[in-house]
């Protein structure tokens, strides 16, 4: 059996630089971010399902989703943002399921989970352990109007909009501080590991 591992945290926080770190581990990772992108591919039946939901100008001359126009139509309407949950998450869990099942097949020792909705979507029930990657509010802020361009209200809301960083800590195995270098963020996770017997001493 493969030993499960979630990877979380909120938007701006850092959870990709750990992600790569793992994947240099040689762990299996399963990013949502990517699937999410699979499963709405040309020719499949989740992007049919979108074009028929949401019209013909979500799809760009090449067949392929246009994600701006998506997300200005659900951004700031509760009601598309849910239709569009109900046809994501089912798609998207089918296919961690699949991928998960493929690498339990393979032998891999260890599977990363790496969402930043792991716990609101259910995928948290699935993992050993969750490690959760957090930053003070200011940095995290920061971080995101100077990666995204966003303004510093819209950057706001995109923090909001997701889970509390105190919840997701409370719930979380783990909770790494990326606030540093990259070298002292991966000694705090070598750390963890080494004591979960998840890599050589």
Known sequence: MSYILGLTGGIGMGKTTISNFLQTL?????????IARQVVEPATPGLAKLKKTFGSQIIQADQTLD?????????????????????MQPLIRAEYEKQLALAEQKGDKVVVIDAALLFENGYADHCDAVINVEVPKALQLK?????????????????????????????ATITVDSSGTVEETQAQVIK???INNLIEN
């Open 143 to 171: 971080r995101i109007i100077e990666r995204d361009h966003l303004s510093e209200e819209a950057a706001l809301e995109r923090i909001a909009s997701q889970m509390s960083a105190e919840k997701r800590r409370n719930l």
């Open 26 to 34: 040689d762990f299996k990772i399963l990013d949502a971010d990517v």
């Open 192 to 194: 963890w590991l080494k």
């Open 67 to 87: 994600r701006a126009k998506l997300g200005k139509i659900v951004f700031n309407d509760p009601k598309k943002l849910a239709q569009l949950n109900q046809i």
